[in-house]
């Protein structure tokens, strides 16, 4: 093995200053493990934050992304977790392992990899022993690096957080990473699926993951078809992505007494809802900040169980950052993933 690796690394906001360095491979201290980084998946959170469109405080220089699955190659003194050789994938909120994250109400937790802790865009990483889980065995590493943000971000809101039941309905819009994971989750819990997507395409390619139906969002107001299928009852889980004016749609949408997971701004971040139909459907409307890593456990022991397979639109050469970063800039369906 060489003593050097290459990482991307960034000295200011801006894709201009994202570079290829290379630098000494770091060795793990007592209770760390170092990890021969081999896939990591792209949120495009991680967009907006090297761009600086999702400002955040950055230990300078930065090395962007949170998804990551590799393996272990070595391990600091005391480290009992993990052994060389074993498979892992990264934890989104590396403080959070269960039941409600540290914050309070003035300071809201969001300690995250690639935004409050360094990331993972490098060929070596070295972190504490409790940061990562193990990989799903079903699952090469490409697919579950995508696991630590869109799958756990869907898992969370409906399962952990949501309680899916058979029979139950789901909507999901459009059809990116979470969304993709949603679909499958859903229905492997045995509910029926609503997809929305501005394009005919990506709604047929839904259907064959799934999907028993699909709605054109850009032709006509998509909420009349959602109360023409489901008999005007609506649906009981909205995975919103979009945020912004489109809540109120959600709302329109989501049956009473049922639940919608806020997870994206897309189309803004600001929210105004009409007191009425809040008051009177009585919906249960939640915020999903990804999750943590018990029930990223949860997932990976589903994943395994229910032979889920992330969908990934393309992969990259890990040098190929620009080129993936123009690609979800474009828009992917599923999952962007650069390998080492």
């Known amino acids: 093995m060489t003593d050097t690796m290459q990482r991307w690394t960034m000295s200011a906001i801006g894709r201009e200053h994202l570079h290829l360095t290379e ?13 021969k980084v081999n896939a990591v998946a792209l949120n495009y959170r991680d967009k907006m934050i090297i ?27 005391g480290s009992t977790r993990f052994r060389p050789g074993d498979r892992v994938i990264s934890t989104f909120s590396p403080d959070w392992i269960d039941g409600i994250p540290k914050g309070d109400a003035r300071h809201p937790p969001y300690r995250a990899l690639g935004g409050f802790y360094q990331g993972m865009l490098a060929e070596y990483i070295v972190v504490d022993e409790t940061w990562l889980s193990a990989a799903p065995a079903t699952l090469d590493d490409a697919q579950a690096s995508t696991l630590t943000c869109a799958g756990l971000t869907a898992w969370f809101a409906l399962m952990e ?9 789901v909507l999901v819009q459009g059809t990116g990473g979470v969304a993709l994971f949603a679909l499958q989750i ?31 969002r850009l032709q006509g107001d998509w909420v009349e078809p959602v109360y023409q299928l489901t008999q005007d009852r609506g649906i009981d889980h909205i995975i919103e992505t979009a945020g912004g004016p489109n809540l109120v749609n959600s709302l329109r949408a989501v049956a009473i007494h049922g639940r919608i997971s806020v997870i994206g701004m897309l189309e803004g971040a600001e929210i105004v809802l009409p007191a009425g139909p809040l ?22 022991r589903a994943v395994d169980a229910n032979g889920i397979k992330p969908v990934i639109d393309r992969r990259y050469r890990f040098d190929q950052l620009p080129e993936a970063l123009d690609h ?7 999952k962007i993933v650069l390998t080492t």
């Not at 630098?23 to 990890?35: A, C, E, L, M, S």
């Not at 955040?56 to 391990?75: C, N, R, Y």
């Not at 957080?161 to 309905?169: I, Y």
């Not at 008051?279 to 990976?300: F, N, T, W, Y």
């Open 23 to 35: 630098t000494i491979i770091p060795q793990p201290g007592p209770h760390q493990v170092r990890v």
């Open 51 to 77: 761009e600086g469109t999702l400002p955040q405080d950055l230990p300078l220089p930065f090395t962007p992304a949170s998804d990551m699955a590799g393996v272990v190659d070595a391990i600091g003194a």
């Open 161 to 169: 957080r949501g309680h899916l039941r058979a029979g139950e309905s």
């Open 186 to 216: 859903a229905k492997a819990q045995g509910a029926q699926v609503f997809v929305t997507s501005s394009s005919e395409e990506k709604l047929q390619r839904a259907k064959v993951l799934g999907a028993d139906h699909g709605i054109h």
């Open 279 to 300: 008051l009177l459907k009585s919906p249960q409307i939640q915020g999903i900040a990804v999750g943590h890593r018990r029930a990223l456990e949860d997932l990976v």
């Open 328 to 334: 979800l800039d474009r828009g992917a369906f599923g």
